[in-house]
């Protein structure tokens, strides 16, 4: 009898503790709950980023205005040039910020309005103002807001390289160093002539 009396003690030793069981369950409950919730925070915060990132990314790609047409890989050249634009007697100013990188292609950067970037062969003049909105023809310069400047006779567009009149500069594919004159106005020759020397002293900025 003492012997069973003793076995009896033993398996009651080897019975798990109710309460114990109970603890256990708790706690990882609460673990569990503690994952959950804080699931619950990362996963939205992780989202609502990623979201951001998206339509930061797609801002900026809206900005940068296409090609109008297809030029060498984009770095597959990189060439400075001076310019200035100036209608009746006022000079543009590129520098601001609605002007900057409107075109991976050509463009002026970094808040300095005289300095032009071709990043790829075959781009001419042309497409920069294209880019941001401008237009310029033989005998016309549209600003973006679609005004009109176009030779009459009396007041005319004209366009300089390098010192030397040409006919057109649409099409014209800048080369390093360059320095690019259009007018628009009823100017004589000594105002030109300052024009394209403050012109000359411009920095290029590479």
Do not use: W
């Not at 984009?74 to 060439?79: C, K």
């Not at 016309?140 to 040409?166: A, Q």
């Amino acid at each position: 009898m003492k012997q069973n009396k003793k076995d009896n003690n033993i398996k009651k030793d080897k019975n798990p503790d109710p309460k114990k069981k109970r603890e256990d369950r708790s706690y990882f409950a609460v673990t569990r709950k503690r994952r959950n919730r804080n699931l619950m925070i990362i996963v939205p915060a992780v989202a609502v980023l990623i979201a951001i990132m998206a339509f930061a990314v797609s801002i900026y790609s809206g900005n940068l205005t296409k090609p109008s047409h297809k030029f060498g890989a984009l770095g597959s050249e990189h060439v400075h040039a001076a310019f200035a634009v100036k209608i009746n007697g006022i000079k543009l100013d590129f520098s601001q910020d609605k002007y900057q990188v409107r075109s991976k292609y050509i463009h002026v950067e970094n808040n300095d309005g005289n300095t032009l970037h071709r990043h790829a062969t075959g781009v001419p003049v042309g497409e920069f103002f294209r880019s941001i909105g401008m237009n310029v023809s033989d005998s016309c310069f549209i600003l973006e807001n679609g005004t009109n400047y176009c030779s009459n006779g009396n007041s005319n567009l004209e366009f300089y390289v390098n010192g030397n009149k040409t006919n057109s500069i649409a099409n014209y594919v800048l080369k390093d160093n360059d320095r690019i004159l259009i007018v628009y106005g009823n100017k004589n020759k000594m105002e030109t002539e300052q024009d394209l020397d403050a012109l000359r002293l411009t920095q290029i900025k590479k």
